[in-house]
């Protein structure tokens, strides 16, 4: 049975396609011409060329498959052309769906995100944490990125509501070795360890070791009821507390000051205009600073429940994700004797 891998050579998608592997599963990745493949030369899997924005690439990648895994995401939080983020985000996932249905694949395992279910409800008490049946609406999605994952994940409940086998996971904030581009949080991550984080804002995530994450997928190929969505998370901490954690790890000094959003944001719009001046990327991206006003905290029990889910703790993790940096020259200097202590631990 050959089991199919969208973005394999992604964060999150890698650690995926590395423990199908290790499980003993014929797995297939699909891979763009432009794709860094270099992480993943010693992975036993065939690789298929094509694009989610090509729809004859998808059906030839999916000849004599039986079970997926859609990781794939167009996850940036600055485009200079959005569209490009809703073609693969949503167009993708629509276009892999019907080619998933056309060959009649047994198990679809999406990969949505936290984004679609921790949103800012108003009326909700305040000790009260968002989970898998908090509704929400398109119009409380903040940026491209949200937006378009929210459509997708749509097309996933649409398509199961038709009859396709479609097991929802929302991933909140993985952390851990491999995240090459890196992401957002991964780019806080190295930023802080080259020192270039002086203040912090009052926002939270939900962070969790990126192999629980990829374990999460398979348990939800597994176990995980059709039509569902499952939260895969571990630990709810502000910003400040993330911060310290590093600090704990590498002995270097946690920020004190804590920065008012609307200095921040302030900040990113200045940065967005001298960016487009100068024709680069912005290093504060506005949306990035306009989801930090809301603490993107939940209760991860469904999957715990119903998957055997079963994350384990976040300290070592951002352990990890400090040495595999280090390691792979994202830092200044190296490794220090914390951040190895704990990633053994």
Known sequence: ??????????FVGSHVARQLVAAGHSVRILVRRSSRLEFLDDLAAERAEGDLRDAASIRRAMKGVRQVFHVAA?????????????????GGTRRLLE??????????????????IAVSQPGRAHDALPDESAAATVDQMIGHYKRSKFLAEAEAKKAALAGLPVVIVNPTTPVGPGDWKPTPTGKIIVD????????????GLNLVAVEDVAAGHLLAAERGRVGERYLLGARNMTLKQILESLAAITGRLAPRVR?????????????????????????IPVEGVKMSRHRMFVACGKAERELG??????????????SWYQEHGYTRGRATKNSVRAEAA
């Open 99 to 116: 080619a998933a249905a056309a060959e009649g694949v047994s198990r679809i395992v999406y990969t949505s995100t936290v984004a679609t």
């Open 192 to 203: 802080f360890l080259n020192g270039k984080i002086p203040a912090y804002v009052d926002t």
């Open 1 to 10: 049975m050959i089991t199919l891998v969208t973005g394999a050579s992604g």
């Open 74 to 90: 167009d996850y940036r939080l600055w485009a200079r052309n959005p569209d490009e983020i809703y073609d693969s985000n949503v």
């Open 259 to 283: 920065l008012p959003h609307a200095v921040a944001l302030a900040a990113g719009y200045a940065d967005q205009w001298f960016s487009r001046l100068v024709g680069r990327d912005p290093s």
């Open 309 to 322: 889910y079963a994350p384990g703790p976040v300290d070592a993790a951002l352990a990890r994700a400090v």
